[in-house]
């Protein structure tokens, strides 16, 4: 499986939302990589990489919160000009559609990587693997730091 589950969350637009739900992950131990707001006037959409993506579903629902996990594709990105431009190059080559993005860091691989929201993670991440991309799983997400 060489796709990781985003973690995605309704909040309104109002101070605190935000705060609660990091909360019930901080008091879970859940870490935080990377995330992504996306907001209208009443309410905003927060797009998480989590370590532990089953257990923070699981915290939130419980909480009663709107939850929804999603499978998206991390690609490690080389720390060089150009490297975006590898793998959209790669996806525009193929015909394949971001539907959003965002990026985080990691210190352990000194790597950048960038999420991508896909139709069919699972085969476009064959293509990017083919293109000699790397692409990460569930498992080699839990290891980065």
């Known amino acids: ?73 991390a690609v490690r990105l080389e720390d060089k000009p150009g490297a975006m431009n590898h793998v959209m190059t790669v996806l525009a080559a193929n015909a394949i559609s971001v539907e959003y993005a965002y990026a985080f860091l990691s210190r352990s691989s000194g790597s950048a990587y960038v999420v991508l929201r896909v139709e069919e993670p699972g085969s476009v991440a064959e293509v990017l693997m083919e293109n000699g991309l790397k692409v990460l799983g569930n498992e080699e997400l839990k290891k980065l730091q």
């Open 1 to 73: 499986m060489n796709y990781v589950n985003q973690i995605s969350v309704f909040v309104e637009n109002k101070t605190g939302s935000l705060s609660q739900v990091t909360k019930l992950l901080a008091d879970a131990g859940i870490d935080l990589r990377a995330f992504s707001i996306a907001d209208t006037s009443e309410f905003g959409i927060l797009r998480m990489i989590v370590d532990c993506p089953e257990t923070a579903e699981e915290v939130l629902k419980k909480a009663k919160v709107t939850v929804v996990k999603t499978p998206v594709l």
